[in-house]
Structure formats: structure tokens, C-alpha cells
């Protein structure tokens, strides 16, 4: 299991559950005030105080725990519309891809985060940028399709 945070410049912290445990709202919550900020910190260029931050509506995103955490590091948690996934960047732009590039290979468990370390690297420059670009597109898709699934 694999939790990744990202901004227009590439990906900022990956998350690989090496254990036999879940995400929970204190597991996730501790991402956010740990190395999530971490990275934020030291990504960003110059200080900035403002993160916007889009994730979709699992439960351990949307707890009050989690919303706390988000409020007391004072990013604007952006609205994610429930029940979808086919508008959360992640799924549409970066899972696939990834899915598709691991699919029909064996690995042990560091050999996979190895593979996926190696595959993010490798992908272009402006990857992540693309996708986040095509947030309003689908956006806008949904609200025509009066809510239904957005098709590539």
C-alpha cells in the first residue's frame, strides 16, 4: 500500500505500508504533521504559509481527527465531491499508469517499493503537472454530466 502526496513539481513524500497494518485516521493524521509537512517545508522554495490540499473522501481523509490536523497546520482542505474517484488526480492520472506498469510482475515487498520509487523517477518532468491540469476539465465533465462517472 502506497500513500502519495504530490504538488504541481513532482511528488513530495511517498508512504509505502511496509507492515501488516491499515491507514487509520492516527496513522494518516501522523503522515500530515510529520514528513507530509516535512517535505512541504522543504520543497517549497521560499516560506509559504498557504497549502491547498485536495484528497479524496476515504474515511481516515475526512474523520474530524484528521480535519483538525489539516486546520491546525492551516492548509485549505480543498471539497472533494463524495463517491467520486474518477476525480481525484491520483486515480485518474497516476494510479492507472502505475497499475498498468506493475501489472503481471512478482516482487517481494521492498522490490516493489524499489520498482515504484524507480517508475516515478523515470516519469516526465511535467507528469504531475499534467494531471492536476486536468482537474477542471473532469470537474466540469461531472457537473455537465449532472454527477455521473467521468470518463477519460
Request: with cysteine; aromatic share 6%.
Given at each position: 500500500m502506497a500513500t502519495m502526496f504530490w504538488n504541481s513539481k513532482g511528488v513530495l513524500y511517498v508512504d509505502f505500508l511496509t507492515e501488516r497494518r491499515t491507514i487509520n485516521t492516527e496513522y494518516y493524521s501522523a503522515l500530515l504533521e510529520g514528513p507530509v509537512k516535512t517535505a512541504i517545508r522543504n520543497k517549497r522554495k521560499r516560506a509559504q504559509t498557504s497549502v491547498?490540499?485536495?484528497?479524496?473522501?476515504?474515511?481516515?481523509?475526512?474523520?474530524?481527527?484528521?480535519?483538525?490536523?489539516a486546520q491546525n497546520l492551516k492548509w485549505n482542505v480543498l471539497p472533494h465531491p463524495p463517491y467520486s474517484p474518477h476525480l481525484a488526480s491520483t486515480v485518474y492520472h497516476l494510479f492507472g499508469p502505475l497499475k498498468e506498469h506493475l501489472g503481471g510482475k512478482r516482487f517481494r515487498n521492498e522490490e516493489v517499493i524499489q520498482d515504484v520509487q524507480e517508475w516515478l523517477h523515470w516519469q516526465p518532468k511535467d507528469f504531475i503537472l499534467s494531471g492536476i491540469r486536468k482537474l477542471p476539465d473532469r470537474w466540469r465533465k461531472c457537473i455537465e454530466n449532472r454527477g455521473d462517472y467521468v470518463e477519460k
Open positions: 491547498s490540499f485536495l484528497q479524496n473522501n476515504a474515511c481516515p481523509h475526512v474523520v474530524a481527527c484528521t480535519m483538525d490536523t
